[in-house]
């Protein structure tokens, strides 16, 4: 997954796009460096707008991080 990491940032260097953005913040949420994710989502909403995949995927990445459950933490 490193090695798939570095193709990105390389091809983003190159030519950054909101799709580039998203693939890279998706390798990232899988490696649970879960900001940076975030915020290659927020990247590729401002480059593609609201209607894009990104934006879907921001949505869900907040949320899971906005997740709280007393009963988990307090057995």
Same mark, same amino acid.
């Given at each position: ?12 260097? $190159?030519?950054?796009?909101? *799709? ?9 949420? $899988?490696?649970? $460096? ?35 459950? $007393? *009963?988990?933490?307090?057995?």
């Amino acid at each position: 997954m490193e090695q798939e990491l570095v193709l990105l940032d390389e091809a983003i260097a $190159r030519k950054p796009s909101g *799709d580039l953005y998203l693939e890279r913040g998706r390798l990232l949420w $899988r490696l649970q $460096r879960y900001g940076a994710a975030i915020a290659d989502y927020e990247k590729a909403v401002a480059l593609d707008g609201p209607g894009s995949p990104a934006a879907a995927a921001l949505q869900l990445a907040r949320e899971v991080m906005a997740f709280y459950h $007393r *009963d988990l933490y307090n057995p």
